[in-house]
């Protein structure tokens, strides 16, 4: 099984910022993409942001502007700068990361998609 660890969340006032980041194991360049989703109370799950292994990235249109995601190969971490934030943008922000199957030293990771256990982000007004 693999895991993606999230670390970042926390509580901001509106027009602060968060840094959300979350480490892959295995070989970066065998994860297609990478992104953030969120889900906020009563609401389905949507994709904030996605960047792939070449870097090209998407955003939600509401976050457009104020958040930025990028990832590190080196360090097989993929970030969420959120600037700019608002009481909207709260949630459970989880990480996701599509994987082809592949061996990683000795150990094998499946193809796949997962996800990280979720952060809360708590913006207040």
């Known amino acids: 099984q693999v895991q993606l660890v999230e670390s970042g969340g926390g509580l901001v006032q509106a027009g602060g910022s968060l840094r959300l980041s979350c480490v892959a194991p295995?070989?970066?360049?065998?994860?297609?993409?990478m992104g953030w989703y969120r889900q906020a109370p009563g609401k389905a799950r949507e994709l904030v942001a996605a960047i792939t292994t070449d870097g090209t990235t998407n955003y939600l249109d509401s976050v457009k502007g104020r958040f930025t995601i990028s990832r590190v190969n080196a360090k097989n971490t993929v970030y969420l700068q959120m600037n700019s934030l608002k009481p909207e943008d709260t949630g459970v922000y989880y990480c996701n990361a599509e994987y082809t199957d592949h061996y990683s030293g000795p150990r094998y990771y499946p193809g796949g998609n997962y996800w990280g256990q979720g952060t809360q982000v708590t913006v207040s007004s």
């Open positions: 295995g070989n970066i360049f065998r994860i297609n993409a």
